[in-house]
């Protein structure tokens, strides 16, 4: 089976959408959320539409937007910076009130096209080095590097988003989404995901050989997975903007127990007053439990009120 690289780079845009003349960068249109996608050496494969939000399911993961944001999320030998560049050749950077450039640690550095540093001095020169970077985890490890620009930007109260990124997979796992004739149908039935996320519609994708993506929206709220099943670097992506008060720490679990990865990070970024007013619980201090033991926790908070918690798990052995 050939390799391919299920570790994901990520990009998030806010703009302040007064500033547009089309009003909102829904209205920008597929053509040229297309050319944006094919800077990063992707395509769109298809698309879903909420009263609130758009989201294209691409060749390598998954694009939303909404009126004054979007999030792209891409995986492979793709060069998501690429992507901003042409992005912004059109929606130039004075609109441009927040930015945050996410890189996780691939199986194959030595295969992609550029290093996070080379990324961020393509974003810096459009921000004319205004912007900053930040490392979570262990390079010797699993890591998430991250650069943010921002002016003026203060996050929403319920502005919120959880990632888990999961390595090697279980066998249980393995075996759907690597068995011949598997279909979206019997993944999502796997899943169970009509039954924990009833009020979302889906758009998914089944890849040949293998490879699985989905979609889904409620509103302005979406759900997207990825799953690359190769033996050797099976990985999975989970991500959503649903926002619980107990920190989703329930979401986490169903997922990690679908999956049963050897080990999984969990990135969450929250609006910090949201958190304090809530008294909400952190996904980061609560997970010492079934089965998996803590090998990385840290804190970050950006100037723009978001507090990120980062934390790496490894099943016991």
Not at 143 to 163: R, V
Not at 184 to 209: K, W
Request: aromatic share 14%.
């Amino acid at each position: 089976m050939s390799f391919f690289e299920g570790s994901e780079k990520k990009l998030e845009v806010v703009i302040d959408s007064s500033q547009l003349i089309e009003g909102s960068l829904r209205n920008l249109g597929r053509g040229f959320w297309s050319k944006v996608v094919e800077a990063s050496q992707a395509l769109i494969l298809s698309e879903i539409q909420s009263e609130n939000c758009v989201a294209y399911l691409l060749s390598e993961s998954s694009l939303f937007v909404w009126d004054d944001k979007f999030t792209m999320i891409t995986c492979g030998q793709t060069t998501l910076a690429k992507a901003f560049l042409e992005f912004q050749n059109t929606v130039s950077s004075a609109k441009i009130i927040s930015a945050i450039y996410e890189r996780k640690n691939e199986y194959a550095p030595e295969k992609q096209f550029s290093s996070f540093s080379e990324d961020v001095s393509l974003l810096n020169e459009v921000f004319n080095g205004e912007g900053v970077s930040f490392e979570f985890g262990s390079k010797q490890d699993h890591f998430i590097e991250l650069y943010n620009y921002q002016h003026k930007f203060i996050p929403a109260p319920e502005d919120t988003t959880l990632e888990i990124l999961m390595y090697e997979i279980g066998h249980r796992a393995l075996k759907v989404f690597n068995q011949e004739g598997h279909t979206a149908t019997g993944i999502r039935s796997f899943l169970n995901f009509e039954e924990h996320f009833p009020e979302f519609a889906v758009d998914d994708y089944v890849f040949s050989p293998t490879g699985y993506s989905l979609n889904a929206l409620n509103g302005s709220k979406y759900i997207t997975i990825h799953v690359t099943p190769e033996s050797q670097s099976s990985y999975v992506s989970f991500e959503t903007n649903i926002f619980n008060g107990d920190g989703n720490i329930e979401l986490v679990q169903q997922v990690v127990s679908i999956f049963e990865p050897s080990s999984y990070d969990v990135f969450d970024f929250r609006q910090d007053s949201h958190k304090a007013n809530q008294g909400q619980k952190s996904c980061v201090n609560d997970f010492l439990t079934n089965g998996f033991q803590i090998k990385a926790s840290e804190f970050q908070q950006l100037q723009c009120g978001y507090h990120l918690e980062y934390a790496h798990y490894h099943k016991d052995q």
